[in-house]
């Protein structure tokens, strides 16, 4: 069963307009959230990062807002360009027994358009 | 630095020959992670290490698969015998305690497996 559940396999949006990347998680136990970023043939490259105490970070024209009550987090990003053009994942840590973990999502593919 | 190595990039195999795919992690990172990226199944974490200490394999699908790392700067993930059903990209990562293991994960460019 996926714990971590990305819904929109692709996401098209034109340059300089917002791309919003939508994330929803059933572990309450989670406490740390991830993007990532894959282009292809790569390896996926870390983005950026939430904590569970906060309900939103800002790393330029990317943002990550977090919803702890509706166990959802978004990616925001502003203005979109061609470069951004690849597949996200979002991740959740998972501490239990000792054990670190990155739980990942399926991804999204997001293409922007010139 | 160069960043975590794989090798092979590519690999097409028979059904029930033996695969050993290989990991060179960043100089100096004391954990080092094995994932499966599948359309299926997303991409999983199969099995982690830290100081070349297995920590967790619960990910590892079957007795099929096995991972080793002898030394800080080698790793090497073996399924032996390989099935169609295992064909996918497996990426090695890596990254530093007190940086944030979780948060500075280094993924290598991933080895994608074709069994026939």
């Known amino acids: 069963d996926q714990q971590v559940k990305q819904n929109s396999p692709s996401l098209s949006v034109q340059e300089g307009r917002i791309s919003i990347l939508n994330c929803d998680y059933t572990?309450?136990?989670?406490?740390?959230f991830l993007w990532y970023k894959k282009y292809p043939a790569e390896g996926p490259t870390f983005l950026i990062s939430?904590?569970?105490?906060?309900d939103k970070n800002e790393d330029g024209r990317f943002t990550v807002f977090l919803n702890k009550s509706a166990k959802h987090l978004s990616l925001h990003i502003v203005p979109s360009q061609p470069g951004d053009s690849a597949v996200y994942f979002c991740a959740a840590s998972e501490v239990k027994g000792g054990s670190e973990k990155l739980v990942f999502g399926k991804g999204t593919k997001l293409t922007v358009n010139p | 630095d160069a960043g975590v190595i794989q090798s092979p990039r590519h690999e097409v195999t028979e059904m029930g020959q033996e695969v050993t795919l290989r990991c060179k992690p960043i100089s100096g990172h004391d954990y080092l992670f094995w994932y499966r990226q599948t359309m299926m199944r997303g991409l999983e974490l199969l099995i982690y290490?830290?100081?070349?200490?297995?920590?967790?394999d619960s990910g590892m699908p079957e007795d099929r698969f096995s991972a080793k790392m002898p030394n800080a700067s080698f790793s090497t993930l073996k399924i032996q015998p390989s099935e169609p059903r295992d064909s996918a990209v497996y990426f090695c990562?890596?990254?530093?305690?007190?940086?944030?293991?979780?948060?500075?994960?280094?993924f290598g460019p991933g080895t994608r497996l074709t069994v026939l």
């Open positions: 939430i904590s569970s105490i906060k």
């Open positions: 572990n309450s136990m989670f406490d740390y």
């Open positions: 290490f830290n100081n070349n200490v297995p920590i967790d």
């Open positions: 990562a890596s990254s530093l305690a007190g940086q944030g293991a979780i948060d500075t994960q280094y």
